[in-house]
């Protein structure tokens, strides 16, 4: 029987998903005697040609070539996963999203008018049809494997949408929020990383995206009204990694909307 055709594919990124994959070391020698790995510029410089089983797609949409090259990869893919908070929900780049990002390149740049990038970070979902979304920044290996084989075996993946709440409870940390009143993410973070860093006596802070219905709403007011956080405590813990998942945006974007009106601080 002919292997599966697997594709990894980088777009804006850090590659450090595509690091979780070559970390799984025992499992990728498994994998390739299941899959023929066609297309991975990472650890090897084989191309093979498409079409391809299953693609993995790391990396966010922030040039036209990039814009462009996305809708080849998806007609060359049956299948096609996003892994990542960059590919996700555009990354820690999309913060260019509430911003001028020519603003930024005349400040970054000697000479701005060879930069050629969009004006926003995009996650593929807004320009291709995805199959499967993996959050996290970086992706947890044991979630990718149990994805892939997913696709291969033509079955639902069964990754958990609960929040990190859940995977800090079945760790029997002790809550830093109620014990110690730090602000933490976990209520609306997306479970996977298996809560490193409650169990590490600090707050969550979002790496791998929205749960599942985020009450993002909730945890703002609690976190000021409760926990004395400032504005701007708020605000840069809803803008990290998933700036741009719609959840974490939409509540940002409400409170620096309400510190515009109050005419208190710069609009963002
Ligand atoms: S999601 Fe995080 S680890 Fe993965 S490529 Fe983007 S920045 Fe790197
Ligand atoms: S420490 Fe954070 S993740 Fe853990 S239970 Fe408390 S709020 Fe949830």
């Known amino acids: ?51 391809y089983d299953l693609s993995l797609v790391e990396g966010s949409i922030t040039t036209a070539a990039d814009r462009d090259r996305i809708r080849e990869v998806r007609r060359q893919s049956r299948n096609l996963i996003t892994i990542g908070a960059c590919a996700t929900a555009g990354g820690i780049q999309a913060l260019r999203n509430f911003a001028d990002v020519e603003e930024f390149t005349a400040v970054v740049y000697a000479e701005p008018q060879y930069i050629a990038t969009l004006g926003t970070s995009t996650p593929i979902s807004a320009h291709v049809s995805v199959d499967f979304e993996l959050q996290g920044c970086p992706i947890n290996k ?70 599942e219905n985020p009450n993002t709403g909730s945890l703002s007011h609690w976190w000021q009204r409760e926990l004395g956080a400032e504005e701007a405590t708020v605000v840069e813990n809803l803008r990290n990694f998933n700036a741009g998942a719609p959840a974490f945006e939409r509540e940002s974007r409400r409170w620096t909307d309400r510190q515009s009106r109050e005419g208190g601080h710069d609009k963002e």
């Open 142 to 211: 044991r979630q990718l494997l149990e994805v892939i084989s997913a696709f291969l075996h033509r079955r639902p993946p069964q990754i958990p949408s609960h929040s990190v709440c859940i995977e800090c409870k079945l760790r029997g940390n002790v809550c830093v929020w109620v014990a110690h009143g730090t602000p933490c993410m976990g209520p609306v973070t997306h479970a996977g990383c298996g809560a490193i860093c409650p169990t590490y006596n600090r707050g969550c802070y979002g790496c791998y995206g929205p749960k």
């Open 1 to 51: 029987m002919d292997k599966a055709k697997l594709a990894v594919w980088k777009f804006a990124s850090c590659d450090g998903c595509q690091l979780s994959l070559l970390d799984c070391e025992d499992e990728l020698l498994q994998l390739a005697d299941t899959v023929d790995i066609a297309y991975f510029k990472e650890a090897s410089s084989r191309e093979a040609e498409g079409p």
